[in-house]
């Protein structure tokens, strides 16, 4: 049962190494840590300005390079800080009313992970921790330096429950569990009970790609899982002027909400930035407006709000160019942004104003190549509310039926609320 605190969640999504600088490598041992993490402080009312109310935080553990080859899950990556740079960021956090995601990998380690060194030594303990074929630890999708755990040994379940109890202790108020889909039900079925026993409002959710997301989160106990198949229809949809991807995708979304509410996002620190891969820089509110018109948990990638740009590429520091250094405040930041950061600010307060879209279910009202009319619906606790997004990739205007709607809401301008200028877009109320 999710924490009831997640139902208005808006997430910030950060990769705090690529936010703060920080080195591509680990500091060498001995070097003092560099007290970098509390640069997000500067944010935190960049944040809540934008409208969103939670810090979803990348890796902040110690590693070998990218934060995801952890070697010590109990410890700060000293390229960010140490413990009390934590504590500070997230009591600055709490101060503000900011829930604070952590991201957890436990599929798989460094090379550098302590038990890791002790396996490779003939530790016969320690290699009960990992997968072998003859004498080579078993990797992550090919990646020799992430060596994958053995998710059947008490030991690797007894410390996963560990350390996620230990962060919460520390005031985070959930995980993002990275490459969940790697790592079997009956794993996460172990572990997490005890850990919701201690912390109840904890919220989990995991990294899932392809397959029966509400499956997934029924069979592994999770909260939620993130919602991949939907970011893919939203910008394939609107590069390809093909809505009834968007229309099967949306379709499908639906339906999971009434088992949880799915992590939705436009960007993250794995994939080509949201300004890169639209084609048609005016399709950008197409793309919020069904982020944020739509159930699910939304999350905007630290970035996004300003236009920046990036493509991911398939090679070593391929994903430098999404995960980019930021200012030291929001004062730094360039003025071209201000307009994009304006949009979502608008469609982050429309779906703050109306809270009960977390779980509302979306029906396809009229659909062609290039427009698409999407009516979510409330629950019947919430009377029935209803909102209506309209969307249109034409190159000329397009007049919607008469559906049922009432007020403009946002949206392009116009004296017949059903009419859409060339490549225009609209929400109303339902």
């Known amino acids: 049962?999710?924490?009831?605190?997640?139902?208005?969640?808006?997430?910030?999504?950060?990769?705090?190494?690529?936010?703060?600088?920080?080195?591509?490598?680990?500091?060498?041992?001995?070097?003092?840590?560099?007290?970098?993490?509390?640069?997000?402080?500067?944010?935190?009312?960049?944040?809540?300005?934008?409208?969103?109310?939670?810090l979803a935080l990348g890796p902040v553990f110690a590693s070998g390079s990218h934060g995801y080859d952890t070697t010590d899950f109990f410890r700060i990556d000293p390229r960010l800080g140490d413990d009390a740079d934590f504590d500070a960021l997230v009591s600055a956090c709490h101060d503000r009313g900011i829930r604070v995601l952590l991201d957890g990998v436990f599929n798989h380690v460094g090379r550098g992970f302590e038990v890791f060194r002790r396996a490779e030594q003939g530790d016969p303990e320690a290699r009960r921790w990992f997968r072998w074929h003859g004498e080579n630890p078993e990797s992550?999708?090919?990646?020799?330096?992430?060596?994958?755990?053995?998710?059947?040994?008490?030991?690797?379940?007894?410390?996963?429950?560990?350390?996620?109890?230990?962060?919460?202790?520390?005031?985070?108020?959930?995980w993002r569990l990275d490459a969940a889909y790697q790592v079997p039900h009956s794993f996460w079925r172990a572990v997490l009970?005890?850990?919701?026993?201690?912390?109840?409002?904890?919220?989990?959710?995991?990294?899932?790609?392809?397959?029966?997301?509400?499956?997934?989160?029924?069979?592994?106990?999770?909260?939620?899982?993130?919602?991949?198949?939907?970011?893919?229809?939203?910008?394939?949809?609107?590069?390809?002027?093909?809505?009834?991807?968007?229309?099967?995708?949306?379709e499908r979304h639906s339906a999971m909400v009434d088992t949880f509410a799915p992590l939705t996002f436009l960007g993250n620190h794995d994939v080509t930035r949201i300004a890169s891969r639209l084609e048609h820089p005016d399709h950008l509110g197409h793309a919020l407006a069904v982020l944020l018109g739509v159930g699910g948990i939304p999350t905007i990638y630290a970035g996004d709000e300003q236009a920046f740009t990036g493509v991911?590429?398939?090679?070593?520091?391929?994903?430098?160019?999404?995960?980019?250094?930021?200012?030291?405040?929001?004062?730094?930041?360039?003025?071209?942004?201000?307009?994009?950061?304006?949009?979502?600010?608008?469609?982050?307060?429309?779906r703050r104003r109306h809270p009960w879209l977390t779980h509302a279910r979306t029906s396809v009202e009229h659909l062609s190549n290039t427009t698409l009319a999407l009516r979510s619906t409330g629950a019947e606790v919430d009377s029935g509310e209803s909102v209506l997004v309209l969307l249109s990739t034409d190159d000329g205007p397009q007049r919607f039926p008469d559906l049922p709607h009432g007020e403009v809401l946002t949206g392009a301008d116009g004296d017949d609320p059903l009419l859409l200028p060339p490549h225009g877009w609209r929400v109303l109320r339902g």
């Open 193 to 250: 009970p005890g850990v919701r026993a201690e912390h109840p409002e904890a919220w989990f959710v995991g990294e899932v790609i392809h397959g029966d997301y509400a499956a997934f989160v029924t069979e592994a106990g999770l909260d939620s899982v993130t919602q991949y198949e939907l970011w893919k229809a939203i910008w394939s949809a609107l590069n390809d002027r093909n809505f009834f991807e968007l229309a099967h995708a949306v």
């Open 312 to 350: 991911k590429e398939e090679h070593e520091f391929g994903d430098d160019a999404v995960r980019p250094p930021f200012p030291d405040d929001p004062t730094g930041l360039a003025p071209f942004g201000a307009p994009t950061r304006e949009l979502h600010q608008r469609l982050i307060g429309l």
């Open 1 to 54: 049962m999710s924490a009831t605190w997640a139902d208005h969640a808006i997430w910030w999504q950060v990769y705090p190494l690529g936010f703060v600088g920080a080195e591509r490598e680990a500091l060498p041992p001995g070097e003092r840590p560099a007290h970098r993490l509390g640069k997000l402080e500067a944010w935190l009312d960049y944040l809540l300005e934008l409208g969103c109310s939670g």
């Open 140 to 174: 992550f999708e090919g990646h020799d330096l992430l060596v994958a755990l053995d998710h059947d040994e008490p030991a690797v379940q007894e410390h996963v429950g560990a350390v996620l109890r230990h962060w919460l202790g520390r005031g985070a108020d959930g």
